[in-house]
Each structure stands twice: as C-alpha cells, then as structure tokens.
C-alpha cells in the first residue's frame, strides 16, 4: 500500500534558494549522492563549520553522479528528500537543489561555478570531500579550475596520512580532522536489503523514511512481505511467558472467530500476534513513545497511559515489525476501546482479547464465551459493558471510544 511521508515537500522556487547567495561572506558545500545520508557526512559538516565558520553549509545532492555509473542509484527525489529530513533541525545546515535541477551530468566544477557566480566575488568556498576520495580530484573535470574556484577541505578520520594530499596537491587542499564515524552508504544499503535497521547511522526520520519507502529492500528483490515465523520469535524472546501465551491464545481465537464470522483470518493471526506487542512498555516510555511517533492522545488517554498500549503496538506493527496493512493495523489499534464503525476484523481481534484459552478467570467470561459462539457483536456488547461497569465500579474514566463501539454494536446485536 501506499504510504505517504509525514511531511509535505514542496520545491522552493529558486529565487528564493539563492536570495541568500548575493549577500554570502563564507560558505561550504558538500556534494554527494547522499545515498542516504548519514551520521559520516553531518559530522564532516559540522565540524567544518566549527573550524572554518562558514555562514551555512550547503548539502549538494547530485542529480546523476559521473563517478558511480556502475551502481543504480535511488532517484534523486528521495535522496534529496532524506538530506532534508537529516538537516532540517540544524540552523546553518541547507540542501540545494543546484545539481538537481541542472540537466545532464552533474560535475563538481560546474556546481561550484555556479554557486560563484550567485556569490559576490571575494566569498570564500569551501568545497568538502572525504580523505579518501580526495585524490580523486585528479581525475575530475577541470581539477585545476575546482582548486582555483575554491577550497578544498578533506576531512578525516583522526591518524590519516594526509602527506600524498599535501604533495599532490602542493597544500591547496586543507586536511580536517573529525571525529572518527565509521559509516558507508554502502553498509546501510546492505543492511537495508538483509531487512536489518539502519538505526543510529542515520538520523531517526532518514531511518523511517528508508523503512517507509522500501528504499534498498525492493531494489535488491527481497520480497517486502512479513515474515509471521520470524516476528513470532522475535515477540517469544521480547515479551514475558505469561503475555506470550496470551498472544498465542489470542491468535488462535482470533483466527476461529475469523473463520466462523467470515472475517480475514490471515490478516486476524497478523493483529493477534502484534497486538500487545508494545504493552510491556513501562509507563515512561509509552508516554515518550506517543510524543516521539505523533500519536494523538487526550486527557483520558494520557491519565491511563496503559489504554495507549493499543495504539502504540499498531504503531509499533508498522515501525518495527513491517506491518502496513491499514485493516490490521486499525484492528490493534482498536483492540481494547473498539470504536464506532468496527469491521468483522477489528470485532475478531477485540472478541479474542476477551475470550482467548490461556485467559485466567474472571466474572462474565463464560458468559462472553458463549455468546462469542452465536455472535461476536452480543458477545462484545456483554463484554465491554462488564468492563465499563467494572471500570466505573474503580472510579477509572471511560474512553468514548468504548461508548461508541457500545452503543453501535448494541443496536447491530
Ligand atoms: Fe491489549
Ligand atoms: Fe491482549
């Protein structure tokens, strides 16, 4: 299914891009395919911008790179997309889209001829590049021009021998130290293809946005499916016995109600696995978890941060787990509260809470079981009333999503 960012680009008319150019003292740019980009490329910049005080740093995705033809690369729109999200808390940090929006190849001297053009005439450019590739510049278009329009800075990893730099390039490439990062587009391509996160190498939105878009997993052909076997032992090993086997009961009823009342029972063994799967979170992180995903909440939520857990494992099917599908997402969503316009899918997961085989006893279920035989809607309606009750009884507040699924169901039962 599709899935749409959480944030809206729209292509900044380039007057604007470039209104601040005719004003620029000290700026660097660093190009790239950005591939995605990562920790390695925004500590480079920032610690050029510690060390040579540029006003902005400029990040210059390439719109078709002269110097990586054997490899296929992400389009352009993502990639420039990922350096926005990766820069767009940092104040001095800006993406351009000079490359992007020039036809053909792009080449460095190119770029960096016109970023001099835009500028006044005594602006200083340093132009970024890792150690490694520096050498490089020998066999680039026009080497002797870049140098002339520009600085060079190589950036490097503490205890690189930056001599060759220094003799070939007779000192016109400044050599900066960074802090040591070990990290390759080409690893985090890997990783993303073998289904492996690339968390903490790259920021936490460029992370969602690669796992969003499939960006790696489908390029390599690994079928972007769910693998049931393997989240299955993931959850074995992450939650406790008791909530496993529960999980395991609810599967196995929701896949029986499914079955009997004709909703998807594929899709219920989905929902059923996941769907306590973030309630072992203790209360702080579930309360960090829905300010850091965007996850609405309201006073009766926030007050029980235990309800939260529902929209939180959805959540959580999506984010780690690789679960899109709208139906299942929305019946874990819903598993404890229900809501106003429940499908046979949402009534099987929640029905399956109530009623699964491990279920210590509590008063009323017997009652809910045999209901659940005949239909789950009177099986429902005798279950979230017993709850409601029960909750009322223990001064707790009741979510009018409880209200809703009741009164619906009530008049469909
Ligand atoms: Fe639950
Ligand atoms: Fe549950």
């Known amino acids: 299914m599709l899935h749409f960012p959480r944030v809206y680009f729209t292509i900044q008319p380039m007057s604007r891009e470039t209104e601040f150019f005719k004003s620029c003292r000290r700026i660097a740019l660093m190009g790239g395919t950005f591939d995605p980009i990562h920790y390695g490329h925004l500590a480079a910049a920032e610690a050029v911008l510690q060390a040579y005080k540029p006003q902005r740093v400029l990040f210059v995705p390439s719109a078709a790179p002269p110097h990586k033809k054997n490899r296929a690369v992400t389009d352009a729109e993502h990639r420039y997309r990922m350096a926005l999200l990766a820069t767009a808390a940092h104040p001095a940090f800006e993406v351009s889209r000079l490359e992007l929006d020039r036809p053909g190849p792009s080449y460095t001297v190119d770029t960096v001829r016109e970023l001099r053009s835009l500028c006044p005439p005594a602006a200083e450019i340093f132009f970024i590049i ?48 960074t802090p040591a990062i070990d990290i390759s587009g080409t690893e985090i391509r890997r990783r993303a293809a073998a289904g492996e996160s690339a968390r903490y190498r790259v920021p936490p939105p460029v992370a969602e946005y690669i796992r969003d878009h499939r960006l790696y997993t489908n390029r390599a052909g690994i079928p972007a499916g769910f693998d ?40 219920a063994r989905i929902a059923a696995l996941l769907h306590d799967c973030a309630k072992e979170y203790s209360n702080g992180k579930k309360r960090a978890l829905c300010q850091l995903w965007n996850i609405p909440t309201d006073d009766i939520l926030l007050a029980q941060i235990d309800l939260a857990h529902s929209l939180l494992s959805a959540e959580s099917a999506k984010r780690d787990y690789g679960v899109y599908d709208g139906e299942i997402l929305q019946a874990i969503r819903y598993h404890t509260t229900g809501h106003g316009a429940m499908t046979a899918l949402d009534k099987a997961v929640m029905l399956a809470d109530f009623i699964e085989p491990y279920r210590e006893d509590y008063p009323g279920l017997g009652e809910i079981r045999e209901l659940s035989r005949i239909s789950m809607e009177e099986a429902l309606v005798y279950g979230i ?28 039962a």
Do not use: M, Y
């Open 228 to 267: 049931f076997e393997s989240a299955k032992a993931t959850l074995a090993d992450r939650l406790s016995p008791d909530r496993f086997r529960h999980t395991l009961g609810v599967i196995e009823a929701a896949e029986e109600l499914s079955a009997r009342f004709g909703a998807d029972a594929g899709k």
């Open 130 to 177: 890792g150690a490694d590739t520096a050498e490089e510049i020998k066999t680039w278009k026009e080497p002797e021009t870049l140098l002339a329009l520009c600085e060079v800075v190589a950036v490097t990893r503490p205890g690189f021998k930056a001599d060759a730099l220094a003799r070939d390039f007779k000192g016109r490439v400044r050599v900066l130290e």
């Open 385 to 412: 009333t017993s709850v409601i009750q029960n909750n009322e009884d223990r001064k707790r507040l009741i979510h009018p999503w409880s209200k809703a699924a009741l009164k619906s169901l009530t008049s469909k």
